[in-house]
């Protein structure tokens, strides 16, 4: 079991830019979190995910900021026209039920840096 | 609405002495608490969990934590620190109502030889 992969690791854009984040859960896991780290401050919760619904965006911005996670294929976290407030480093779990019940694996993050 | 506090941004402490990492929380209902690691480029790895039962938690690393209802806390624990237990520490709680892990704001424990 290869844990859970982000890609890419590390990632830059030029202002305005569109920035996709891959994250591919652990195999057997259907639930998938986001989270963002911004320099010096802890995790931020984004959104939450199950197969092809989202279960609770209440930490996404409102604007520019999507998410899925399809039935086939990684959960994807899309940011259009970004700006340098969105460099940050953002992580992905994944859990094979909700949290409650069992532990969430995170992958090694994206580090979005936009210049 | 749930949350966690960490109220030291980092703690420092010798190889070889005690480490405490602290952490308060407030919930409404029972606590589900979490300890998380994150080393230097790395994502985060679980150390242990509080749900019900025993209130002192035993983990990964030879880390602990100790729940204490009458004070919200459950502070990280190791009786012996190793320069290579250097990383990130959070504290997070489940907020029951989501199933989403809240996290705190970190700690840097810092470990000299």
């Known amino acids: 079991n290869a844990g859970v992969m982000q890609n890419p690791r590390h990632l830059v854009r030029r202002r305005g830019q569109e920035a996709r984040l891959r994250c591919s859960p652990m195999k057997g896991h259907s639930h998938v979190y986001w989270y963002r780290q911004l320099p010096e401050e802890g995790l931020k919760f984004m959104v939450y995910l199950q197969k092809e619904n989202i279960i609770d965006e209440s930490g996404m911005p409102k604007e520019r900021f999507s998410a899925e996670f399809p039935k086939e294929g990684p959960s994807i976290l899309r940011i259009q026209q970004v700006v340098r407030g969105d460099s940050a480093a953002y992580f992905c779990?994944?859990?094979?039920?909700?949290?409650?019940?069992?532990?969430?694996?995170f992958g090694q993050g994206t580090r979005l840096t936009v210049v | 609405a749930q949350s966690v506090a960490q109220p030291e941004d980092q703690v420092n402490v010798a190889e070889g002495n005690p480490l405490t990492v602290k952490c308060t929380y407030s919930v409404s209902g029972n606590p589900y608490l979490f300890w998380y690691v994150q080393y230097p480029n790395r994502g985060l790895q679980f150390l242990l969990k509080y749900i019900t039962g025993d209130n002192l938690v035993k983990g990964s690393y030879g880390f602990e934590a100790e729940f204490n209802k009458s004070q919200t806390s459950f502070h990280l624990k190791k009786p012996s620190a190793l320069v290579s237990d250097s990383a990130l520490y959070f504290c997070a709680v489940i907020d029951g109502n989501t199933d989403k892990l809240i996290f705190g704001t970190g700690t840097r424990l810092q470990v000299f030889p």
């Open positions: 779990a994944s859990s094979t039920t909700g949290t409650l019940n069992t532990e969430a694996f």
